[in-house]
């Protein structure tokens, strides 16, 4: 139990254009859901943390204008990185809880974004 | 301050040799602690989590993790390891009241020699 999925897995666009990521808890109701980005050997950043029908809380340094997160309903979340560049090419996760009642984060399998 | 420091970037060991990751924490509440997986280009998988009673904790493919109060560490070992075991490890603490946000290490990478 407790499946987390991503989509898509991998994806490429130009710079300047707008990607959506979504995040999708299968079996479970993501009462929080978490954004993390992953630069190649280095370990996850968290940059914001959503609950469902509220505003993202976004982590220090990371731009909400730039990274757009929705979490509309309990089971999607998405986060749309808007004008693209290369420098947001990354490998981002997304994670939810609220399964099971131990606020464990349950982690999806990661979405590569590479900006051309 | 909280934090999750993994003092080993990267460790080789034979095939079929034993392994131990370590990791120490400093965390301010009762830690709620995790070693999570993370093979190439995937997401992270749990191999195990602790928060309370034996503090031996058994986990998936074999992995088992000791919790000591005393010394801030909960290391992971495994018996005998297996090439399929080659890939990043990451120790994690969170609070184990709340929803909120996990501090990660650094990661482990660990090489398999045939």
């Not at chain 1, 630069?39 to 220090?60: D, R």
């Not at chain 1, 999607?76 to 560049?85: F, K, R």
């Amino acid at each position: 139990g407790a499946v987390v999925s991503q989509h898509p897995s991998w994806v490429i666009c130009k710079s300047g254009t707008s990607v959506k990521i979504e995040c999708r808890s299968l079996d479970f109701q993501a009462t929080t859901m978490f954004w993390y980005r992953q630069f190649p050997k280095q370990s996850l950043m968290l940059m914001a943390t959503s609950n469902e029908g509220s505003k993202a809380t976004y982590e220090q340094g990371v731009e909400k204008d730039k990274f757009l997160i929705n979490h509309a309903s309990l089971t999607l979340s998405t986060l749309t990185v808007t004008s693209a560049h290369p420098e947001d090419s990354s490998f981002y996760i997304c994670s939810g809880t609220g399964a099971g009642g131990s606020h464990e984060q349950y982690f999806g399998p990661g979405t590569r974004l590479t900006v051309t | 301050a909280q934090s999750v420091t993994q003092p080993d970037i990267h460790i080789t060991v034979s095939e079929g040799a034993s392994l131990e990751l370590r990791c120490n924490y400093s965390y301010g509440a009762t830690p709620y602690l995790f070693w999570y997986v993370q093979s190439p280009g995937q997401g992270l998988q749990l191999l195990l989590k602790y928060f309370s009673g034996d503090t031996l904790v058994q986990g998936i493919k074999g992995f088992e993790a000791e919790f000591k109060r005393s010394q801030s560490s909960f290391n992971l070992r495994k018996p005998s390891v297996h090439w399929s075991d080659a890939a990043e490890y990451f120790c994690a603490v969170g609070p184990y009241s709340s929803a909120s946000k996990i501090i990660f290490g650094s990661g482990t990478r660990l090489s398999i020699r045939p």
